[in-house]
């Protein structure tokens, strides 16, 4: 036994006064430290490491008050990244047998206090094999030492698997893309819920999950729901977090998606697809799957737990849902294994085949592309030697999976690197000195951890099994952070004889930075008899849970696999969940889970009265964001239906119908009406090429009032069924020109007629030429419109300054901002109290006074409606009662858009009627009159609006 070992053994024992079963494992490890000891020079002093410290657990503190739930993996890669780049222009390089006594110290110390039973750790340098270890025992019952080729289960790090195998097949494919809406690469439709989403999501959203759907990952662990079901029935009745793209929400279920896009675009299943493409390319040859082929794989490490304080074995058939997330989280490899994948992802695409034995006549497959030219003096053996390193994927390829989602925002103090994290590795960060690259997983039994500094090309991979929880985050960042000082030649800040209190301390800060447990204690009785409980409670998306009484017990059924024994607890109406039976034991049971305070499940009945029966239980534990309800009379969720009509965003006419319910105000629209930035700004940029002027003032003509485009000088006019992307006005009135010339000597581009919400045109699609004259460099909007009048005051004729508007189309759900927010356009919460610029308001009042409009020169609220009849009387006395002066079909979706947009508004109405608001009344509002004033009196509009574009400073 070495002299870790002993120590390792004597510490712990008493200390922890732990079961004998975990001392067995550290006596049957195989652990080999180097011949040579560690001198004490090597090592850092405490008082060292209390500096280093102190900075790492500030930084760590302010996360932990920022990062809710993910405090922990934040912690992890906080620490990584603090410590990685505190070492000055080291260099990476080999190891001296010192520093491997060095390292298997620390290693075995960590292995000691978090109790970790088997671990497996690779380093690479340079595209080169630093260091490739196994320690302790990788199974307990044949005593097999761990080694290099054991193999680990990584959960989630199975997603960088995936993303590069969907680069791979992306990359054959003309048309797809990360982005391309995945109901075109499957072909068959998506069932999600909220509106857009089903239309919209990519294979980015899931993989950088910002889809905003709750996790129900619980369904592949416990219940016997296929694929189809799940795709077809419960996804879309999955509970929303946040908007769609919002933020960052944990999801992993929507990785079956993801699986169905592979089989798609490869024509095979995703995890043979996944062999073939990247494992077998790369030489990664251990490689199994956790649900299917892993326990017949005789490297494998066994799975193991703590319960009570002693080590247990995760029985391989509680992996058996993994199934379904198979995409993110079943892939089990070793150490040797994750040496070629660092390599790979370090050399940009290459593999190490310095090892491999092909014969240029037998394999000319493999050195396709790499030879070099020959001429008579190259010998076969250095053609060969020019295919060591060989490009096995293409860079950018690669590359395609590093592209974060949406850039930090420059000095943002704001976590967005993982609010937001990359697509593929999921965390990338750019530290002071090294792009960082980060990405850990956890299965029950195991745990994994890589670390690249891409920059660096030096990389590190942990596994090992054991618990699971904020003491095995700390233990492999701990590990990893270690190494890589190592590596680079830094003075690592923590060592073997402090890494033990270091890992305390952090298990502790995650801890205490996890929401704290409801406090409840077992009872030996319920407040009810136990038949009040019984019945089945559904849930749409999470399917069915059955509360059984069995004896003097009540139990709760979950699926296939889900066995759970409710203890009456000393709340009223609320049991202790716990596992009785089967391969499930893990989730209410084992030490790590139960630290986290008692499984709970909460009944109530709708009336909250202690007398009735409980109609609804609540089990919070199935998901880590929102508690399911499930209950014995369930509503159905209303689901947004998708739009059928294919009606692409960027087509020229869409009829799309807009189906308000009263009660929900859901209004069905395809989210193909968004057109992209990029489709906007080439709309923009084509426009601008067929003129020299870069106008910066934009005006919207109304009603009969195009006549101003008349006016403008050295004009070109853009007919909007040129612009593809413009919605055609249909509305007698409106020309749908765009013109661009010169107004009072200055650039303006001008619309000569609207579109309207009224004609079939979901409102985003109105918000179209305002981003694209956004995209030309306007600055400042000039709205008009026809408006009937409201304020009794008011006379036909009269020109009313806009001084604000009441949305009341938005009161039902129509907004042009509804839907994934761009912020290359604008906020997502855009202000709106100053919308319509009160200088603009000021400078019509000034010149209309000066032009002797006063006496029919209003300033008043405009209210749209939308349409296409006019008021009722009694809407016209409401409008009138909200303080509405002019009310119309219009601008209100224009403004939002300019305004979201960064840009400065100024409307006016013209008075064309006034509207009826006495019942008796046989006055009738008529389209005819509204165009007969525009007539009368648009010269006069046109007038003012000249005058204002003159004295205007752009
Ligand atoms: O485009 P605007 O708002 O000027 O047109 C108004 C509203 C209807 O389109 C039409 C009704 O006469 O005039
Ligand atoms: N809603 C509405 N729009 C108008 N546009 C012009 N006149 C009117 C009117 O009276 N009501």
Not at 111 to 125: G, K, N, T
Not at 167 to 176: G, H, I
Not at 659 to 679: E, F, G, K, P, Q
Not at 941 to 950: D, I, P, Y
Request: hydrophobic share 40%; glycine share 8%.
């Amino acid at each position: 036994m070495s002299e870790a070992q002993r120590s390792a053994q004597s510490i712990f024992a008493p200390a922890q006064g732990l079961a004998n079963d975990w001392l067995e494992f550290f006596n049957a490890r195989a652990v080999q430290p180097a011949a040579a000891a560690a001198t004490e020079d090597d090592v850092r002093g405490p008082g060292q490491l209390d500096n280093s410290l102190h900075s790492v657990l500030t930084i760590t503190t302010m996360t932990l008050a920022t990062s809710g739930a993910k405090g922990a993996a934040m912690v992890t890669l906080l620490l990584v990244a603090m410590t990685v780049v505190c070492v000055p222009g080291a260099q990476p390089r080999s190891f001296t047998q010192t520093e491997i006594a060095q390292l298997d110290r620390f290693v075995m110390e960590v292995m000691r206090c978090a109790r970790i039973p088997a671990l497996s750790l690779s380093l690479v340098s340079d595209d080169d094999v630093v260091y490739e270890k196994g320690y302790g025992t990788a199974n307990p019952t044949t005593r097999t030492p761990t080694t290099k080729d054991t193999v680990f289960c990584l959960g989630s790090f199975t997603q960088s698997f995936t993303s590069v195998l969907l680069a791979d097949l992306l990359s054959r494919n003309e048309n797809k893309t990360f982005e391309t809406p995945l109901r075109d690469i499957m072909g068959s439709r998506i069932h999600l819920p909220g509106h857009y989403r089903a239309d919209l999501v990519n294979l980015k959203d899931i993989l950088s999950m910002r889809t905003g759907l709750s996790n129900m990952d619980i369904i592949a662990t416990a219940v016997g729901v296929n694929r189809y079901r799940l795709m077809e029935q419960n996804l879309r009745f999955a509970p929303e977090v946040t908007s769609f793209r919002e933020s960052y929400v944990f999801n992993e279920i929507l990785f079956s998606l993801v699986e169905e896009a592979a089989r798609a675009l490869g024509g095979n299943t995703w995890y043979r697809l996944l062999r073939q493409h990247v494992f077998n390319r790369l030489g990664m040859e251990n490689v199994a799957f956790v649900h299917m082929d892993a326990k017949e794989n005789n490297k494998l490490a066994s799975p193991v737990h703590s319960l009570n304080g002693k080590p247990v074995q995760v029985p391989m058939d509680a992996y058996k849902g993994q199934e379904l997330v198979a995409a993110a989280s079943s892939v089990c490899a070793s150490a040797s294994d994750m040496t070629r994948w660092m390599q790979f992802i370090l050399s940009g695409g290459k593999k190490d085949d310095s090892q491999a034995k092909y014969s240029l006549t037998k394999d000319p497959e493999h050195f396709a592309g790499h030879l070099a030219p020959r001429d008579a003096s190259t010998t076969r053996r250095e053609e060969i030697m020019r295919v060591r390193r060989l490009q096995v994927m293409r860079r950018d390829v690669l590359q395609n999976t590093f592209q974060p989602v949406q850039p930090r925002p420059r000095g943002s103090t704001r976590l967005t690197g993982f609010s937001q994290p990359d697509i593929q590795v999921s965390y990338t960060r750019e530290s002071n000195r090294y792009a960082f690259v980060s990405q850990e997983g956890s299965l029950p039994g195991y745990e994994s951890l890589i670390t690249l500094l891409v920059d660096r090309k030096a990389g590190v991979f942990t596994a090992f099994t054991g618990d699971g929880g904020a003491r095995a985050y700390a233990a492999k960042t701990l590990i990893n952070t270690f190494a890589l000082d190592m590596l680079l030649q830094g003075n690592p800040w923590v060592d073997s004889t402090s890494v033990c209190h270091v890992m305390d301390t952090m298990t502790d800060m995650t801890r205490r930075s996890e929401p704290h447990p409801t406090r409840v204690s077992a009872m030996s009785e319920p407040i009810r008899p136990l038949e009040d409980y019984e019945g089945t409670y559904r849930h749409y998306g999470y399917g069915d849970v059955f509360i059984r009484r069995n004896g003097s017990e009540l139990h709760l059924e979950y699926g296939e696999l889900g066995r759970y024994i409710l203890t009456p607890s000393s709340r009223n109406d609320t049991f202790i969940i716990q596992a009785n039976s089967g391969p499930l034991w893990y989730t209410t049971n084992a030490d790590e889970y139960r630290s986290k305070g008692p499984y709970l499940a909460f009944f109530d009945n709708r009336y909250n009265d202690p007398e009735r029966r409980p109609e609804t239980v609540t089990i919070p534990f199935f998901s880590s964001d929102i508690a399911p309800v499930f209950s014995k009379h369930p509503v159905r969720p209303v689901e947004s239906e998708q739009e059928d009509v294919e009606c692409d965003a960027c087509a020229n006419f869409i009829s799309v119908p807009l189906i308000l319910t009263a009660a929900m105000s859901t209004m069905v629209v395809s989210l193909r009406n968004h057109c992209t930035y990029d489709d906007l700004k080439k709309a923009a940029d084509s426009i601008l090429s067929k003129t020299k002027y870069r106008p910066k003032i934009g005006i919207i003509c109304g009603s009969g009032l195009g006549h101003l485009g008349e006016l403008v000088e050295d004009r070109i006019a853009i007919p909007y069924k040129d612009i593809p992307i413009f919605p055609i006005s249909t509305v007698p009135g409106h020309e749908g020109k765009l013109i661009i010339g010169t107004l009072e000597g200055k650039a303006v581009v001008l619309m000569q007629g609207r579109s309207h919400t009224y004609e079939g045109y979901p409102t985003q699609k109105i918000a179209v030429p305002v981003r694209t004259m956004k995209l030309m460099g306007v600055e400042i909007l000039f709205v008009t419109n026809a408006a009937g009048g409201i304020n009794p005051g008011y006379a036909v004729g009269d020109l009313m300054i806009i001084k604000d508007h009441i949305n009341i189309a938005g009161f039902a759900g129509i907004n042009p901002l509804i839907g994934p927010n761009d912020d290359r356009f604008g906020v997502r919460f855009p202000p709106m109290s100053n919308a319509y610029d009160i200088e603009l308001r000021n400078l019509a009042k000034k010149l209309g006074k000066e032009m002797g409009f006063e006496s029919f020169l209003r300033e008043g609220v405009y209210s749209m409606l939308v349409g296409p009849n006019f008021e009722t009387v009694s809407e016209c006395l409401l409008l009138r009662k909200l303080g509405s002066d002019a009310t119309g079909m219009s601008t209100v979706p224009e403004v939002l858009t300019a305004k979201h947009a960064g840009m400065r508004v100024f409307g006016m109405s013209l008075i064309t009627n006034k509207v009826v608001s006495e019942y008796d009344s046989e006055v009738m509002a008529s389209h005819e009159e509204v165009l007969e004033t525009g007539k009368k009196r648009s010269e006069d509009l046109q007038a003012l609006v000249s005058a204002m574009v003159k004295n205007l400073k752009v």
